[in-house]
Every structure is written in C-alpha cells, then in structure tokens.
C-alpha cells in the first residue's frame, strides 16, 4: 500500500539563487529521485496551522538561518523553537531535521535538540547519502503509524490474491458486470470493496472470538483508553449496551436505570425479562433533561423503590446493574467517582452510557466526569463498564462502537462468559471497514495527539459560544440566540472545569438545588436556545421563534444540526470541527434574524419546504412563528411536556410481558381519546426530545393523553411541523389523519 506524505522543507532559501538555495534543492531533488514528494516553503507563515501538516508529512527538515543565527538573530531560534514545540504538541514521533552549512549543534539550545532526530551538514556528505539517511527515519515513522488491525487490512487489501470466500463481489469484481454495479464501484472506490473481506481469512484475526489482529488492537485500544478489557462493536452503541446487559443480567432479575436512557437500554429491560426501577432525571422547562438528582443514588432510596415495585417478590435482591446516560444529549455529566463510592458493592456492575463522552479520557479537564481512564481507582466489588459511541464524537464510522471494562478489586472479568453475550449480538459477517475505523480512532487518540484534538474542540466551542455571545452584545436590546451554558462568566474562567459545574439553584439551569461537585456541563455540546420560553415554561407575550422553523431554515442553507427541541436545538464541537463549520452556523443564524426580522415570504426563504408544502407560499417567516408560537403558548406546551416526563408513570406488567402480548398480538388500538389508564405494549417516543416517555406494560395517565390530543391537534394545523411520535400509529381516513396506540388487551 503506497500512502502519500511529502517530506517538507521550510528554507527560506528554497527559491533563492545562492548557495544555500542551490544546496537545499540539491537535497529536495535526491529525495524525490528516491520516490518521496517533497514539499518546500519559505517560511513558517502562521505557526500553529502550518504545524497542523504535520499530519500529512513523513519528515520535517528545517533550515536554520546559519551565519546570523545566534548573534543577529535571536527570534529566529525563539521562532524554531516555537515551530519545534507546536508539532511536538501534536506528535512526538514524526522526524525533524536541521539542516546547516557551518554552524553545528552548538548553536542550538539543548530543548529544542531533544526534539531533532538528527542534523544535517550539508556539505559533509553527498546528498544521496543525506536523503537515503532521512528517508529511512521517514519510513520507519510512517510503518510506525497504523494500528495492528488496520495494518493488517491495508496488507490484505494490496496483496492481491484471489478469494472464493464472501462477500460475493469478490473483492468488488460482481460490481463490474454491471452499469450500476459499476457506478457503485467508482464512488466507493477500489480499496474499500478490496478490504470487505469475510471472516474466513485468518491473517485478520477474529472479531468473534478476539483473536490475531483484531485481539491486537482491542488490546492496544484498552491501553489508550486505560481500562482492563476493550471490546470493539460494529452494530452501534445500541448493541454495545444489550451486550453488556446480556451478560449480567436474567429474567426476574432487578436493575436499576435512568429513566433518560436511549431505547437500546430499554430494549435490554424487554429482552431480558428485568424488572426496572427508574432513577429520575430532572428537567426545565426548555425542555432540556437535567441531572438525576445525587439523592436518588442513595442507596435507601433505591431500596424504597424497590420495596414498592409490584413486580420484585424479592426485596432484598441485590440490583444486577445501574445504567446512567453519562453525557445526556445536552452534556450534563456526572462525577462517576461519587456514584461508585455511593454504590460500590450495592449493584454489582455499574454501567455508564458514555455514546456521547469517549473523548472525555483524553484531556484533565473532564477529571472524574467520565467513568473509566488513568489513575482511577477501582471499586471494591462492582464492575465498572462504559459503552462508547467512537462514531459519534470520534472519527469512527457509523456504527462503531466500543464496549470499556474497570475490573474491581475483588471482582474480575470471566472473559469466556461475557465473550457468550458477545456472539449473541454480534453478527458473523462483521463489517472490516468499522473495526478498522475503530482501530484507527483509538490510535488517533494516543497522546499527545488526542489530547491536542480534545483541546481543540474544547477551543473552538469556547469560541463559538464566545461569537455568539459578541452577535447578541452588538444586538444589544434587540433579539439573538442564546447558547446554553453558565453565563456569568469572564472570559478566561471558561478553560475552568469550575465555570461549568451546575451549581445549586442557578437560573441559567433550571434544575434547582443540586449537589455541590455532582455534574458539569461538557462544553462540546452546545445547545442553542431560540427566544419565545423562558427557563421557567413561560412563553413570551411578544413574540417566540419555535426551533423547528429555524432548523428547518438552517437545513435549507446546509447546515444541518443534531437535534430540534421546542425553543432549543443542539450541535456538537467534534474532533471533525472546523473553524468554518461553525462560523457559517453564526453566519446562517444572522441570515435567518434578517429573514425573520424582514418577514421574507417562505417561498423565498425555504423553497425546497414550499414544494412539499405549498400552503405556506405566502406566509412570511415571521408570521409563520407567530402562529406556531401562539397555538404553543396557548396549550402552555413547555409545562405539558415537562410535567409529562416527571408524572408518575404505573407500571401494570413487567415490560417483557406487555412486550410478549404484542409478540402473541393480544393486543388492540386504541385511539388518543380512550388511551387513559390503558397498558401500553409499545415504547412511546416523542420527537423531540427522542427521549422514551412511556414503556411496554406502563398505564397511560391524563397529561400523556392530553400531551398526544394536543400532538394531534398541533399536526393537523401545521403540516411540514408535524411532532413525531414514534409508538403512535397512524391512519388516514378521507384526507382525515387518525391515531392510535397498541395497548395490552384488556381481560374481560
Ligand atoms: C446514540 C446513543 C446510543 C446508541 O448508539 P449507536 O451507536 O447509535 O447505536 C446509546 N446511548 C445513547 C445515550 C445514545 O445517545
């Protein structure tokens, strides 16, 4: 496999026609003779993004200016020794040369030599003899770089023999055959169908049962991440949470659980048989889900909800795991240091649902916020574990995915069993291309160079916020968007893990009196909260923009963002985050005031919606979030919402059983209007949040049904706006859009 990194050069002279010009050219061109590119500037020019090319070189060789250095020119030393540091921040093994006429290493100050692999007297040697010792540090760097797994793959994929294994297209051969096939082929490319290989080839390892090459890097995934045991998973986090479940957990069995979990978990509780017990979160009324309150991890209080839960004969059975989402969609995180101090010993494995957080153990800041990482101690007797979505923050493929394991002092991993959870989710064609992005993304993170990718997306969500604030001071009286976060704070305190504690009482959070040192904010995630609802569930008698009309616009512009709640939309500061990306949101959100401060017509602003939607043509943009706004205000849907997700949800069955009456269909649809009491068979899911609201074998209360009578009233006044609800079934009868939901027959 021949991958491309020029050998750079930064000579002042590299253009000039003297001697030392002559000279460095002399050498640039022994180096391409050899088969390298060679790259040559004249300068430095910004430091810190010309640094960044360390990621595309093999070599750096660097000029010093030689008769003037150390007498007429002190900057240009403080100038390669800032150069020096810059790369050494991100990289500590790529090569860097000097290159000098007369002066010799004396001149040169001792921190700044530590850093060279060596220095170049360029009228000592030849220049074939100088390229062939620089192209050999070179190569050696570059085979030092991928992964085992990937290193692996790239070598089947070039080796070129011929497979009568599958997948059928024979190394992407069947796509040739056909026009179709052929397109397919040349968008994807050769090397990504020469690497989809079946498991039958045994110099790749086994992802099932963990071993060669795959084995290799889950080991050397666990090393950089700090953990005993690593698991890569190609099915998503999704699957990552059922297979930790799977191994520990039966029918019958107790768990405790964030009522804020993704559905995968919810999943697990059906396809376990477990009997839940719901920790509950705390919400404001933008909508945004806080923090479980730290009172609710005490211990007395799980018992107590396990004394009440209909469904748990045993009341002292020790609860088989705690699922937390650490890292809820807005960033809310938890000190996992105080939940294991709180539990350890009390539920035998505590996991934490880190899909959001696996850059987290890369930089001081998070500190304990995360659940597994260096120098943390171990629990006594509970297992620590942590699911992780690599393709979400990471540079990990879709589906991704990675399951993290703290053994406890006097517990440890059996790997043979959980190895059975394992092949029962995992398919036996995993797909290559994924473990090796998972591979890749780990070593990515290797230090120093994770840490430097953390910090920049750290940076430039700081910045991010920081422009937006700078738009709303300029705007002074008039409106802007808010980003969501502690807001009194100077400028310097937001590099303070500090400044992002949620503290007692505070308004910007709504979340009322929490624990001191409990949660932070992860400023990576950036929720953006549109005017028109106050944290307190009042709508504004002036005037509100509702998020999905200012999505919807975004979109149209090509931004497109994570998630849309009411007044409040979310984007994320990934380790893929440019400066561009995010100054065209500011950029877009000031397009989208004009429009809306213009009142625009939609079919000038959102043309492609109007097609679909030819009903709003005329109307202005403002006027359009009047009418949202008000039809929201007048059914004070903020409060709804939120009062929705914090009632008292009755459990009826276990969630398995009201699952299984939907496998064996006793069950039957029943409309909004006669939901009220009924048992649900189904997982009710309203978008936004996305957030379960109601689950198999659960009761439906009055403001669920109140929540959904309005969901349908609101879809039918504003198509093209419509809230999702998924576990609601529709059906259109004469243009007219009726609703229902699968409940558990009722006995008579
Ligand atoms: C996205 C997500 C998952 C599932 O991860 P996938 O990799 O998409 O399968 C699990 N838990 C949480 C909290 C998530 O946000």
Known sequence: MKFRFPIVIIDEDFRSENSSGLGIRVLAKAIEEEGLEVLGVTSYGDLTSFAQQQSRASAFILSIDDEEIVEEKPEAIEQLRNFVAEIRYRNEE????????????????????????????????????????????????????????????????????????????????????????????????????????????????????????????????????????????????????????????????????DRNCHKSVLHSIILTGAIPVFLMPTRNHFGIIGPIPKSEFAWENIQKKIERNPFATDKKAKPRVLTITQSTYDGVLYNVEEIKEMLDGKIDTLHFDEAWLPHATFHDFYGDYHAIGADRPRCKESMVFSTQSTHKLLAGLSQASQILVQDAVNNTLDRDVFNEAYLMHTSTSPQYSIIASCDV??????????????????????DFRRAMRKVDEEWGADWWFKVWGPNDLSEDGLEERDAWMLKANERWHGFGNLAEGFNMLDPIKATIITPGLDVEGDFSDAFGIPAAIVTKYLAEHGVIVEKTGLYSFFIMFTIGITKGRWNTMVAALQQFKDDYDKNQPLWK?????????????????????????????????????????????????????????MAHRKIERVAIDDLEGRVTAVLLTPYPPGIPLLIPGERFNKVIVNYLKFAREFNEKFPGFETDNHGLVKQVVDGKSFYYVDCVLQES
């Not at 989809?196 to 795959?214: I, K, M, R, S």
């Not at 043309?607 to 059914?635: M, S, T, W």
């Open 605 to 661: 602003v959102l043309p492609e919606f109007v097609q679909k939607q030819p009903r709003y043509e005329r109307v202005g943009l403002r006027d359009l979030c009047k009418q949202i706004h008000e039809v929201y205000k007048a059914n004070d849907v903020a409060r709804l919402t939120t009062e929705m997700y914090l009632s008292d949800m009755v459990p009826a069955m276990k969630p398995t059983d009201a699952y299984a009456k």
């Open 441 to 462: 993304a780990a070593a990515m993170m290797e230090a120093p160079g994770g840490t430097a990718l953390v910090e920049e997306s750290l940076k430039e969500a700081l």
């Open 94 to 257: 790529i090569p860097i040369f000097l290159h000098g006429e007369t002066r010799t290493s004396r001149h040169i100050p001792n921190d700044v030599l530590r850093e060279l692999h060596g220095f170049i007297h360029m009228n000592e040697d030849t220049p074939e003899f100088v390229a062939r010792l620089i192209i050999r540090e070179a190569k050696a760097y570059l085979d030092s770089l991928p992964p085992p797994f990937f290193k692996a793959l790239t070598h089947y994929a070039a080796d070129g023999s011929y497979s009568w294994h599958c997948p059928g297209h024979s190394g992407g051969v069947a796509f040739l055959k056909s026009p179709v096939g052929q397109m397919f082929h040349q968008f994807f490319g050769e090397n990504m169908l020469r690497a989809d290989v079946c498991n039958a080839v045994d110099e790749l390892g086994q992802l099932l049962d963990h071993t060669g090459p795959v084995a290799a890097s889950e080991r050397n995934a666990a090393r950089i991440y700090n953990c005993d045991h690593l698991y890569f998973v190609t099915n998503g986090t999704s699957t990552s949470n059922k297979i930790v479940w799977n191994s520990t957990v039966a029918p019958g069995d107790i768990v405790v659980v």
